[in-house]
């Protein structure tokens, strides 16, 4: 098993410009999570997709931010327009059913915004 | 809102000596899981606990889920370089609306392990 793959490992973007960071969950599994991490705030849980259907996304920061599951194996986290402020690492998780059970996480996307 | 407070937030302690990290939280907890971040890795899910006053031991780790399940603690007894990293706690509790759980992560517990 590959594991959760999260895409790109690192991006540098402008202010300004859209970003768009990708995951695959590990197969069979039917949530997936979007956190984020910095030194000032730790880990947020920003998204949570229960069978692709998002169920909880009261951590997304602001309307720049937007996450979608098309199905079971891809989803997308995308920063429109991006800001300084939204450089950190961006982490992908998946389990097999929701918040009760041991989440996977991948590598990360480590994001500066310059 | 909900939160869920680790301390303490930095521990250096030589090899060999032992070492905790605790959390709490203001509302009464669904469960705890408990995951290790190694520098510039990703966390790894080390444990859950959900029955009250549960303790649980992985070698030398010992998790205890408190009474009230408002508490936990991660315990390492005689500490090697290997265990070097940020340990963190995660919460679930349920939304007023009771439709879904919320999961919290603590602050984290920055551990250095000196030979």
């Known amino acids: 098993d590959a594991g959760v793959i999260q895409s790109p490992r690192h991006e540098v973007t402008e202010m300004g410009q859209e970003v768009t960071l990708r995951c695959k969950p590990i197969s069979g599994h039917n949530s997936l999570f979007w956190y984020r991490q910095t030194m000032m705030r730790g880990l947020e849980l920003l998204i949570y997709?229960?069978?692709?259907?998002?169920?909880?996304d009261s951590g997304m920061p602001e309307d720049r931010f937007s996450a979608k599951m098309p199905n079971a194996s891809f989803s997308t986290l995308k920063i429109q327009p991006s800001e300084p402020r939204d450089s950190a690492v961006y982490f992908c998780a998946s389990s097999l059913a929701g918040r009760l059970t041991e989440a996977f996480f991948g590598q990360g996307t480590r994001l500066t915004v310059v | 809102g909900q939160q869920v407070m680790q301390i303490p937030q930095y521990q250096h302690v030589q090899e060999g000596e032992d070492f905790t990290t605790y959390c709490n939280s203001s509302?009464?907890?669904?469960?705890i899981q408990w995951y290790k971040q190694r520098p510039g890795g990703h966390p790894v899910f080390l444990i859950q606990l959900v029955k009250s006053g549960e303790v649980k031991k992985q070698k030398r780790l010992t998790f205890q889920f408190g009474e009230a399940k408002k508490n936990s603690s991660l315990h390492i007894t005689a500490t090697q370089t290997t265990d070097v990293g940020t340990y963190f706690c995660?919460?679930?509790?349920?939304?007023?609306?009771?439709?879904?759980?919320?999961?919290?992560f603590g602050s984290g517990t920055q551990l250095t392990v000196l030979p």
């Open positions: 997709f229960n069978n692709n259907v998002p169920i909880d």
């Open positions: 995660a919460g679930s509790i349920r939304l007023s609306s009771g439709s879904a759980r919320q999961l919290t």
């Open positions: 509302t009464t907890l669904s469960n």
